[in-house]
């Protein structure tokens, strides 16, 4: 038990070495990527729901492009779409490894993932609600700010807490290409080491924090879902 504590991936804060410097880089890399993917992809989301319906052929193609382009980016495994992206990377970033290189990748990877969900969470929202807000004299920007928005919103709440734990699944992969965290310091220290005891640390430590999230975004999604407070 005294080697394991010892353990320098436990004893320092070298972000080549120690556990908790690697946590927070990949906490780092998750928040950051779901800020993005919010930014776009949940506008993204409203836009295909909204063009899906309409009856414009202009928009129609719209959102068949749209859509077509949000299948194309959700097929790429991640790792081949990180490696795809490298030339665009150095261009936008100005390096292709590190944290901010592989929150350029995670972002392109979670925005189509994420709008996709949003269209779907829309399409629960009762139609009845939408028509008579309409039949009210509403515009569409006000049937989406006060009605689908609001009724949609502990499903998206969900679709956010997805889309994070998924991003958190990514950033492991990022280690394999330089992309830092603790997916980086499992390979390194863990894999190409032979040194079992910071494998199960990095394990136990990406459980624990999918768990905390899944946790928060149960509670939240609870607590905005007025049909369960009214049961």
């Keep these: 038990m005294t080697e394991i504590l010892t353990n320098p991936v436990f004893t320092t804060w070298d972000p080549n070495f120690s556990l908790w410097s690697n946590t927070l880089i990949t906490l780092y890399m998750t928040a950051g990527t779901m800020l993005l993917s919010t930014l776009v992809g949940v506008p993204l989301g409203v836009a295909l729901f909204e063009t899906s319906r309409s009856p414009h052929g202009l928009t129609r193609w719209f959102n068949r492009v749209v859509g077509f382009a949000v299948n194309v980016g959700r097929s790429f495994p991640f790792i081949i779409l990180i490696i795809a992206l490298i030339p665009v990377t150095r261009f936008v970033v100005g390096r ?3 944290p901010n ?3 350029f990748a ?4 979670a925005i189509p993932f994420l709008a996709r969900l949003i269209e779907i969470n829309l399409q629960e929202v009762a139609a009845g609600k939408i028509e008579a807000v309409r039949m009210m004299g509403a515009t569409r920007f006000q049937v989406i700010r006060q009605v689908l928005l609001p009724e949609a919103l502990p499903g998206i709440i969900g679709s956010l807490t997805t889309t994070a ?4 699944g990514y950033t492991a992969m990022a280690g394999a290409v330089g992309g830092k965290g603790l997916g980086d310091l499992a390979i390194r220290m863990g894999y190409q080491s032979y040194d079992n005891v910071v494998m199960i640390a990095t394990v136990v430590v990406l459980v624990l924090i ?3 999230l899944q946790s928060a975004g149960t509670a ?3 607590a905005v879902d007025h049909r369960a407070v009214s049961r």
């Excluded at 995670?106 to 990877?109: G, H, K, V, Y």
């Design 106 to 109: 995670l972002t392109i990877s």
């Design 101 to 103: 290189a592989a929150m």
């Design 96 to 98: 292709v490894t590190g």
């Design 210 to 212: 999918v768990i905390a």
């Design 165 to 168: 734990i998924a991003v958190i």
């Design 220 to 222: 939240l999604a609870r």
